[in-house]
């Protein structure tokens, strides 16, 4: 690493898989002062949620063990950010002067209030709080009680089959159909597991209404469900709206395709919370470590006064786990189309540790250890292809 001079304060926030990768890769500079803000004091491991509401698996990790040497961690939470000052202003009361902002707010979970008492009786499982909320009523409930899983993407799938594979009695409930980012073949594995294992999948159903003991679906049928669990949709975090930035419809920010705000160019995205050129690439943890990483780059051309280079990522599928014992590595084009080859069974669940593992050790480590060192595929549709050719799955 070369001395500088001039000490730039880089405030990054949020510690999820973007921002934690974002503010390792920075110290490829020992003149940036890196700060990370997140309102806990420990990594979750999203992509193991289920696994720990199911208990099968644990879901945070010791930031100690994540966070490059020099990195101050902030638990807070950000309120605004104050652009005119350049501050981040903290719930605390508190206040971060910056430089620049990486904005890696993440994604939370999108209970429709259309839906009447979604809110208010289910459960959602898009953060650890949400999971220990759940999971604590999972466990006051006999084993037999019934459980509804409303959302039929990754989530839900992932959901409904950790619960299955415990004993319990799942209905999932998938709206239009069944994981619909995945091949038809990968689909019909999904849908035979699913059976076998005791899960009523219903395809073509909505949920329209959810009261304690029971969901009722669109067309007027009422089941029976001591739980109900919702992964339908995504939302994101209204930080960036209240701070005065434009975002898209859902509250992402508005980026170019360096990732830096439309409104201000001390700020870039990374994440989930990302909307670069308003086209966004699909939410997942898969994204969010070249996003991250991109960010980064950003910044650091910015202050070597160099031009960022735009964001491209290649896609190369999508991988779900089926309980502890199978999975399945849905194969993809690089522009994020299934194509019709999947890996299963045991070896699809093996595929599926790997990568969940890969996430946090080779990719956020390696990244403490050896910043810029991350790579990733390349070849995707950005730039400069219309909005059709990204499809955009706002549902996990």
């Not at 000490?7 to 926030?13: A, D, E, P």
């Not at 949620?49 to 644990?58: I, K």
């Not at 208010?120 to 084993?143: G, M, V, W």
């Not at 509250?251 to 909307?275: H, K, N, P, Q, W």
Request: proline share 5%; glycine share 10%.
């Amino acid at each position: 690493m070369t001395e500088h001079n001039t000490l730039h304060k880089v405030v990054v926030i949020g510690g999820g898989y973007a921002g934690t990768l974002a503010a390792n890769r920075l110290r490829q500079r020992d003149d940036v002062d890196i700060t990370v803000v997140n309102p806990r004091p420990e990594f979750v491991e999203r992509i193991r949620l289920h696994q720990f509401v199911a208990r099968t698996g644990e879901a945070t990790v010791d930031y100690g063990t994540l966070l490059g040497e020099g990195i101050h961690l902030v638990v807070d939470s950000a309120a605004r950010i104050d652009t005119a000052a350049r501050a981040v202003r903290l719930a605390s009361g508190r206040s971060l002067d910056y430089d620049y902002v990486i904005y890696a707010v993440g994604s939370t979970a999108a209970t429709p209030s259309s839906v009447p008492g979604a809110a208010e009786f289910a459960f959602d499982i898009a953060d650890l709080e949400s999971a220990q909320r759940l999971r604590a009523r999972l466990e006051e409930l006999p084993p037999d009680a019934p459980v509804t899983v409303a959302g039929g993407g990754l989530t839900g799938i992932e959901t409904a089959a950790e619960l299955a594979e415990q004993g319990r009695r799942v209905t999932l409930v998938c709206g239009r159909t069944l994981a619909p980012t995945f091949s038809a073949p990968g689909r019909r594995y999904i849908a035979k597991w699913l059976s076998r294992h005791g899960v009523a999948v219903l395809e073509g159903a909505v949920v329209s209404e959810v009261r304690p003991d029971a969901v009722v679906l669109a067309d007027g049928g009422v089941r029976t469900s001591a739980l109900t669990v919702w992964t339908v949709g995504f939302g994101v975090p209204e930080l960036a709206a209240a701070s005065g930035l434009r975002t898209d419809a859902l509250g992402r920010l508005l980026t170019d395709e360096t990732l830096t705000s439309v409104d201000d160019d001390r700020i870039i995205a990374a994440g989930d919370a990302a909307a670069p050129s308003g086209r966004p690439l699909r939410m997942s943890g898969y994204a969010a470590g070249p996003l991250g990483a991109q960010a980064a780059d950003t910044v650091l051309s910015r202050i070597a006064g160099t031009e960022p280079a735009v964001i491209e990522l290649a896609f190369t599928g999508a991988c779900v786990s089926l309980g502890r014992h199978a999975g399945i590595r849905q194969l993809a084009r690089k522009d994020d189309t299934a194509v019709n080859l999947y890996i299963g069974g045991r070896m699809g669940a093996v595929i599926k540790e790997l990568t969940c593992r890969f996430v946090v050790a080779k990719r956020i480590r390696l990244e403490a250890r050896e910043p810029g060192s991350m790579s990733w595929p390349k070849g995707g549709p950005r730039p400069g292809q219309p909005a059709s050719a990204v499809r955009v799955v706002t549902s996990p």
